[in-house]
Structure formats: structure tokens, C-alpha cells
């Protein structure tokens, strides 16, 4: 498989893990060193695999629901790092148009023997504006 195929794999496997909640499969989609770094949209950084794997522990146990589309996916590979930068748009109530978010995410992956790790994830907010439309009169 071609660098940026096998990244986009490891990249969609991270959004797996993270729609199935199963913390076994987002801990074999990190890379295991010191300097693996998470943000959370509104969180602070949470930095080390230990702490990572915990934050997700936390967002797992709170989450019911949550369905990725991904957009304005770019990938870029060089030598064994990859960044992929997105917008998440997330369902997190089926049906519900209430129930959806968006986020910048940047996702950089290093490359080992074991295949692509993400060492970093980084997810900020869009903050969306309500227009309100002309009144009923």
C-alpha cells in the first residue's frame, strides 16, 4: 500500500475506534511515546500515552452517540510523518439537526514498523452563528 493510501487508512481506523468507543482499538491506533499530545476541543492538552488513553476512557463513558463525516480531508506525507487535516462534522443525536457539531481536526501520524501511529490529535471548534430569518407576521 502506498504511503497516503495506508495514512488515510490509519486515519479512518482512528475515527472507527472512536464512533465504536472501544478503547482497545483507539489504543492500538496511538503510537506509544512520551510525546503523543491530544486537545480535545475545549479541553487542555493531555500529553503521554497514559493520560491520552485515559481522556478517552472519560469521553467514551459520556458519549451515547457519535457518527464522523469527514471533509476537506488533506493528507501530506513526508518521510514517516503525515499530517491529515479535516472538519469533523459529527452527528451525535440520530436525526436530530441539533445534535451536530464541527471541528478542525489535525491528525499527525508517524510511521513504525508496526505501520502509522497517530502521535498527535488536535480538534478545535467551529463555532457556528444562528442567522434568524425574517419574522412571521
Not at 452527528?91 to 457539531?101: Q, S, W
Request: hydrophobic share 45%.
Amino acid at each position: 500500500m502506498n504511503p497516503l493510501d495506508a495514512v488515510a487508512a490509519a486515519n479512518a481506523e482512528f475515527y472507527a475506534a472512536f464512533e465504536s468507543a472501544d478503547l482497545d482499538r483507539m489504543r492500538a491506533v496511538w503510537a506509544e511515546e512520551d510525546e503523543t499530545c491530544c486537545v480535545h476541543p475545549g479541553w487542555d492538552a493531555v500529553r503521554g500515552p497514559s493520560r491520552v488513553m485515559r481522556s478517552w476512557a472519560v469521553i467514551f463513558a459520556n458519549t451515547t452517540y457519535i457518527q464522523f463525516f469527514l471533509s476537506d480531508v488533506d493528507i501530506t506525507v513526508s518521510g514517516d510523518l503525515a499530517v491529515v487535516s479535516c472538519a469533523e462534522n459529527i452527528l451525535t443525536a440520530p436525526g436530530e439537526p441539533e445534535g451536530d457539531a464541527k471541528v478542525v481536526a489535525t491528525n499527525v501520524f508517524r510511521h513504525y514498523p508496526a505501520g502509522w501511529r497517530l502521535v498527535l490529535h488536535h480538534g478545535s471548534p467551529v463555532i457556528r452563528q444562528v442567522v434568524e430569518g425574517p419574522a412571521d407576521g
